[in-house]
Nanobody, 115 residues
Framework: VQLVESGGGLVQPGGSLRLSCAAH????????VSWYRQAPGKEREWVAA????????NYLDSVKGRFTISRDNARNTAYLQMNSLKPEDTAVYYC?????????WGKGTLVTVSS
């Protein structure tokens, strides 16, 4: 069982990045997917979630209108499109998949927003 995030990097304020979360070894289309982030010196916080079939999404207030979570169950992959990035979005971003007590995490990908 594995979740692998990719797509992080250094971007200027106002820029965009798309994070990917590739799932391996479990029935991905049964699982709710969430993105979390952890900024330096802060606790991990939830950012966005999408239900198993992709019909419902939810977002942290501070990213609403800027971030979009999506998934492609045929590719066992989830995404987080991040636009209008701000320095306060700098963090390690983690992918999580959850289904009836089964809880999987990736190792994270670093996003740095700086000029």
């Amino acid at each position: 069982v594995q979740l692998v995030e990719s797509g992080g990097g250094l971007v200027q304020p106002g820029g965009s990045l798309r994070l990917s979360c590739a799932a391996h070894g479990f029935t991905f289309n049964r699982y709710t997917v969430s993105w979390y982030r952890q900024a330096p010196g802060k606790e991990r916080e939830w950012v966005a979630a999408i239900t198993s079939a992709g019909g419902n999404t939810n977002y942290l207030d501070s990213v609403k209108g800027r971030f979009t979570i999506s998934r492609d169950n045929a590719r066992n992959t989830a995404y987080l499109q991040m636009n209008s990035l701000k320095p306060e979005d700098t963090a390690v971003y983690y992918c999580n998949s959850y289904y009836i007590g089964m809880d999987y995490w990736g190792k994270g990908t670093l996003v740095t927003v700086s000029s």
